[in-house]
């Protein structure tokens, strides 16, 4: 920031994050919120101002990634025969280096839905304390599951428990350690060959009191469910968003129900891509067929969501860090109106983490802007774009941008 005055963006044509009229008005942020929008003719500037002129590009909301696990960008080299083996701490760095990626493709919000080794709580605490640049994290902690296949692959990202009163202790080991959300895992995983995403891998005894317990403390509840069985239980028993959602398409009864309970379905496309095709080989044959099955199905759900009112988040699931937009892209081309999966990736991600002042361009918002350059309604793709991605404010400082330096903002 600098000093006292405000910073003005002028001439942008604004995407509001929530399905307004595109506008082209001038943005005015103060002490890191938006305290006007100007349309039309820009009003008279303070002299002790800072002026950015972006007449020519489009301005939205910081985007917000409503699934992604920060644990999972590793990329280290692998290790040579004669290297000596690597440190761990090493993580640490690359940590930082994915959380300077998903600011340079516009993420200023991240939800993390579970990491190995509290690598997301490190992270966050990290980027609070100003050590390095990153997106806003909300983090689950680890990721409550009955014990299941998972938990022998997923080892520290996961805990295990059996039965609601462990449950219930499970949720507070997570409080304690400082979680901003809970997550349960309501189904087993596509990418787990021993799991069967299908039924319901917890009970209703178990998932009533995680959400109870969750809910008392004031914590969101977000639940892991590919098949009916759990997204059943998880919408019944009225947790606060769906990751996945797969089968959704079958239920139409549930869609209505999360409709008009405001419960957020997050539905992760590209990671069905990711096994289906884009990483396939990295992955066993059983689980490439059941995830081509579950990419169809994924898509149907899509529209079907969208079609009973339902919110909608956009969630990556996926890397790399800072091209998360690619989801964006996905929710279009399976045939969401460009202005819907913007809205996703702003408004609906605001709507899932459960915060109010973020993904909207409007008065008294916090001032996470993105400055790019092109009309995303017209090409969604300019967004996986970081060259296009000119100038991203978090909290009214620039944070990253193509712009490169932009005078006394920096
Ligand atoms: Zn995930």
Redesign the pocket.
């Given at each position: 920031m600098t000093g006292t005055g405000s910073i003005w963006l002028t001439g942008a044509r604004v995407i509001d994050g929530v399905g307004g009229d595109v506008e082209r008005a001038a943005i005015e942020v103060v002490d890191g919120r938006i305290a006007g929008v100007h349309p039309g003719e820009t009003p008279p500037i303070p002299a002790d101002a800072t002026v950015v002129d972006v007449a020519g590009r489009t301005v939205l909301p910081g985007l917000i990634d409503a699934?992604v696990?920060l644990s999972s960008y590793d990329r280290l080299p692998p290790i040579l025969r004669g290297e000596a083996p690597r440190d761990p701490a090493l993580r640490i760095f690359d940590l930082a280096n994915g959380a300077r990626g998903l600011l340079a493709g516009g993420i200023t919000t991240v939800r993390d839905?579970?990491s190995e080794d509290d690598h997301a709580l490190l992270l966050r605490e990290a980027i609070r304390l100003g050590l390095t640049p990153g997106p806003r994290v909300l983090t689950c902690g680890r990721i409550l599951s009955a014990t299941a296949p998972g938990g022998v692959i997923f080892g520290s990202m996961y805990r295990e428990a059996d039965g609601p009163d462990e449950m219930r202790k499970a949720v507070r080991e997570q409080i304690r350690r400082g979680a901003d959300f809970i997550k349960i895992m309501s189904t087993g995983a596509r990418s787990v060959v021993f799991e069967d995403p299908e039924p319901a891998q917890v009970t209703r005894d178990e998932l009533r009191a995680v959400i109870d317990e969750a809910h008392r403390m004031g914590r969101r509840v977000a639940a892991?469910a590919e098949g009916l069985g759990g997204a059943r239980l998880a919408v019944e028993e009225g947790v606060d968003t769906i990751?996945h959602g797969l089968s959704l398409h079958r239920a139409p009864d549930l869609l209505d129900a999360m409709a008009s309970a405001g419960t957020v379905l997050v539905p992760?496309l590209t990671?069905v891509h990711d096994v289906a095709a884009t990483h396939a080989d990295h992955y066993p044959e059983v689980l490439v067929e059941q995830a081509k099955r579950q990419r169809d199905d994924a898509y149907l759900t899509l529209i079907a969501a969208h079609a009973a009112g339902v919110t909608l988040a956009m969630?990556f699931?996926s890397w790399p860090p800072g091209g998360n937009a690619l989801e964006l892209v996905r929710m279009v081309e399976g045939g969401l109106p460009a202005m819907d999966a913007l809205v996703a990736a702003t408004r609906g991600g605001a709507a899932a983490c459960g915060l109010d002042d973020l993904g909207v361009v409007a008065p008294g918002a916090i001032a996470d802007l993105v400055v790019v350059d092109g009309d995303p309604l017209a090409d969604a793709a300019i967004l996986t774009d970081p060259g296009r991605i000119r100038l991203v404010l978090q909290a009214g400082v620039v944070v990253a941008g193509s712009a490169g330096p932009v005078g006394p903002l920096r």
């Amino acid at each position: 920031m600098t000093g006292t005055g405000s910073i003005w963006l002028t001439g942008a044509r604004v995407i509001d994050g929530v399905g307004g009229d595109v506008e082209r008005a001038a943005i005015e942020v103060v002490d890191g919120r938006i305290a006007g929008v100007h349309p039309g003719e820009t009003p008279p500037i303070p002299a002790d101002a800072t002026v950015v002129d972006v007449a020519g590009r489009t301005v939205l909301p910081g985007l917000i990634d409503a699934h992604v696990h920060l644990s999972s960008y590793d990329r280290l080299p692998p290790i040579l025969r004669g290297e000596a083996p690597r440190d761990p701490a090493l993580r640490i760095f690359d940590l930082a280096n994915g959380a300077r990626g998903l600011l340079a493709g516009g993420i200023t919000t991240v939800r993390d839905v579970g990491s190995e080794d509290d690598h997301a709580l490190l992270l966050r605490e990290a980027i609070r304390l100003g050590l390095t640049p990153g997106p806003r994290v909300l983090t689950c902690g680890r990721i409550l599951s009955a014990t299941a296949p998972g938990g022998v692959i997923f080892g520290s990202m996961y805990r295990e428990a059996d039965g609601p009163d462990e449950m219930r202790k499970a949720v507070r080991e997570q409080i304690r350690r400082g979680a901003d959300f809970i997550k349960i895992m309501s189904t087993g995983a596509r990418s787990v060959v021993f799991e069967d995403p299908e039924p319901a891998q917890v009970t209703r005894d178990e998932l009533r009191a995680v959400i109870d317990e969750a809910h008392r403390m004031g914590r969101r509840v977000a639940a892991h469910a590919e098949g009916l069985g759990g997204a059943r239980l998880a919408v019944e028993e009225g947790v606060d968003t769906i990751e996945h959602g797969l089968s959704l398409h079958r239920a139409p009864d549930l869609l209505d129900a999360m409709a008009s309970a405001g419960t957020v379905l997050v539905p992760t496309l590209t990671t069905v891509h990711d096994v289906a095709a884009t990483h396939a080989d990295h992955y066993p044959e059983v689980l490439v067929e059941q995830a081509k099955r579950q990419r169809d199905d994924a898509y149907l759900t899509l529209i079907a969501a969208h079609a009973a009112g339902v919110t909608l988040a956009m969630g990556f699931d996926s890397w790399p860090p800072g091209g998360n937009a690619l989801e964006l892209v996905r929710m279009v081309e399976g045939g969401l109106p460009a202005m819907d999966a913007l809205v996703a990736a702003t408004r609906g991600g605001a709507a899932a983490c459960g915060l109010d002042d973020l993904g909207v361009v409007a008065p008294g918002a916090i001032a996470d802007l993105v400055v790019v350059d092109g009309d995303p309604l017209a090409d969604a793709a300019i967004l996986t774009d970081p060259g296009r991605i000119r100038l991203v404010l978090q909290a009214g400082v620039v944070v990253a941008g193509s712009a490169g330096p932009v005078g006394p903002l920096r």
